[in-house]
């Protein structure tokens, strides 16, 4: 147990999650010195997370802080960073215990230890509450090699990595509406960020983005953002066999509830016909499931397309903060 206050908790608890990166200065100092590689661009992400809203108040603090590190790398994921390091600012709620933060600081150990991160600075405080959790990702990638959300063009491929709806099922899980599973309770609370394959995608992919808030609601944003229309079909999205259980054995189970779900952090991406055996060979070397689940087309939004070739009705799309 940490003691001391603030300044004792960040000596004894964070500074050894530095792991010595001279960039971090041992948390001595108000900010952190990175030196990118020669040559590369800084991809910086920031992303915060609200006990009940990104994670179930009842969530023990392993769980949070694995979630809340592992979620913020799926951005870097995305843009095909390699992962520097990164930033935790924290406001623990009023009467947190120093047990409850020492499971905390627990859980960061030991997702940043399984990507090879470290940390490099950030802040600590108090507040009414709830827990709040904000991460800053720093990355790099070769310059003008980031992949980004624009950039789909019309006629190509649209992909998708391993499966949807595990995580959306995961929840539930959690949540107590389903039977305890541990691979689906594993999939919400420790989602993988496909780094490995973000960095792959570098110069294959045209567009990309991480399936967070929703498969549906993602793919809008590669639509809005590239001026095109995704057409997704159904019978293609890439489904686990737990999720293809409940679709056929639970009262009132939809696919829509799955393609709209959110916390996949799974990647979607785009890119040319021609580069099909390509996404399919890295898919093979990273053994990882890569799906072609659309096509890229004139026009605005995203269409899911089911049999007969009628469009589905998917609501929202997933999961908005406001």
Do not use: K
Not at 7 to 23: S, V
Not at 87 to 93: D, F, G, H, Q, V
Not at 207 to 213: H, N
């Amino acid at each position: 147990m940490a003691g001391g206050g603030e300044f004792g908790f960040i000596r004894t608890r964070l500074a050894p999650l530095t792991r010595g990166h001279p960039a971090a200065l041992d948390l001595s100092d108000d900010a952190a010195v990175l030196t990118p590689d020669p040559a590369c661009q800084l991809v910086v992400a920031s992303d915060m997370l609200v006990a009940g809203v990104h994670f179930l108040e009842s969530d023990p603090p392993e769980i949070a802080a694995e979630r809340a590190l592992r979620s913020n790398l799926s951005d870097l994921a995305a843009m095909g960073a390699e992962p520097l390091g990164y930033l935790s600012s924290i406001a623990w709620p009023s009467g947190v215990t120093q047990a409850w933060r020492d499971g905390f600081v627990d859980g960061l150990a030991s997702a940043q230890d399984a990507f090879g991160l470290s940390l490099l600075g950030g802040d600590t405080t108090t507040g009414p509450g709830p827990l709040t959790v904000s991460l800053t990702m720093l990355g790099q990638v070769p310059a003008g090699s980031a992949l980004l959300r624009r950039g789909a063009q019309i006629g190509e491929d649209v992909w998708a990595s391993g499966t949807i709806g595990d995580a959306r099922l995961g929840l539930d899980v959690a949540r107590g509406v389903l039977p305890a599973n541990p691979v689906l309770l594993e999939r919400y609370q420790r989602p993988t960020p496909r780094l490995a394959l973000g960095i792959g995608l570098r110069g294959l992919a045209s567009a990309c983005l991480d399936i967070s808030d929703g498969l549906i609601a993602d793919a809008g944003h590669i639509a809005a953002v590239s001026g095109v229309r995704l057409e997704l079909q159904a019978s293609q999205v890439p489904l686990s066999s737990l999720a293809r259980s409940w679709l056929a054995g639970e009262s009132g189970a939809s696919l829509i509830a799955l393609v709209t779900g959110g916390d996949d952090y799974e990647l979607l991406f785009c890119a040319p016909q021609a580069s099909r055996a390509a996404v399919q060979a890295l898919g093979a070397q990273l053994d990882l499931a890569l799906t072609r689940i659309g096509t890229v087309r004139d026009g605005q939004g995203v269409a899911l397309i089911g049999a007969d070739d009628e469009v589905l009705e998917t609501g929202a799309g997933g999961f908005t903060h406001f």
